[in-house]
């Protein structure tokens, strides 16, 4: 079964530093999306992505944050200037299109020293 | 805006007890609703769904029925098992174009012990 990937697992950065979060959305899937959920927090929307441009994003996905599709399988999630508090599980997620079920992948633990 | 309420956790049962969580929803026009579910370690996955009025989601033994007039998607199971052992969460996703976003309530972090 066709399932949504990331890397890497677990990212340790320390705070200022750049962080690229990776992902490979399911390859037929049109729509692509980031959230994350800090520790004990609920599962919160950061952006959704499609046709090469942002769909919408959250109040979250402030200009320190940025996606990108470089190539035909990958999505990544970039954050330029890495926080605290930034330090979350990141999830992709990814579509076939308007109403269909978003799968999520496995995530990534970032932690922000 | 949208939003999801929850019933707060951590909620413990013995094996094979009747479970509910509550799930309330507030949304304009005909949200989607979903039950995700989180195991230990693991990403979310769809639990079940339900895109109109009066549906009912149904799978491995769990269900759910979206009631507009209450605005609730409460999730039940007959009866719990050790590996339903997970966090769950209620979501809903709006119904304008281009709005695909998911929106989720904080989880409910369930422990069936034998």
Redesign the interface.
């Known amino acids: 079964e066709p399932e949504v990937t990331q890397t890497p697992s677990h990212q340790v950065t320390q705070m200022g530093q750049e962080v690229i979060l990776r992902c490979v959305p399911i390859s037929n899937h049109l729509?692509f999306?980031w959230?994350r959920q800090i520790l004990g927090?609920?599962?919160?929307?950061l952006v959704?992505f499609?046709n090469n441009e942002i769909?919408?994003k959250?109040e979250i996905f402030d200009d320190q944050f940025s996606v990108e599709r470089p190539d035909g399988s990958n999505f990544t999630l970039k954050i330029r200037s890495t926080k605290l508090e930034d330090s979350a599980m990141y999830?992709c997620a990814s579509?076939a299109g308007?109403?269909y079920?978003?799968?999520?992948?496995?995530?990534t633990r970032l932690t922000v020293t | 805006g949208d939003s999801v309420t929850q019933m707060e956790g951590p909620v413990t049962l013995s094996e094979e007890a009747f479970l509910t969580i509550n799930c309330t929803y507030t949304a304009t026009g005909y949200p989607?609703l979903f039950w995700?579910v989180q195991y230990p370690g693991?990403?979310?996955?769809?639990l079940l769904?339900a895109?109109k009025a009066d549906d009912k989601g149904s799978n491995k033994g769990f269900e759910a029925t979206y009631r507009k007039e209450t605005t609730s998607f409460h999730l039940e199971k007959g009866s719990v098992q050790v590996s339903d052992s997970a966090v769950y969460?209620c979501?809903l996703r709006g119904t304008n174009?281009?709005?695909?976003?998911?929106?989720?309530?904080?989880?409910t972090r369930l422990t069936i012990i034998p």
Do not use: R
């Open positions: 729509y999306y959230y927090q609920k599962v919160e929307f959704s499609y769909s919408e959250s999830f579509s308007f109403g079920e978003q799968y999520f992948g496995p995530g | 989607s995700y693991e990403g979310l996955q769809l769904k895109t969460f979501a174009f281009g709005n695909e976003k998911l929106t989720f309530g904080t989880g």
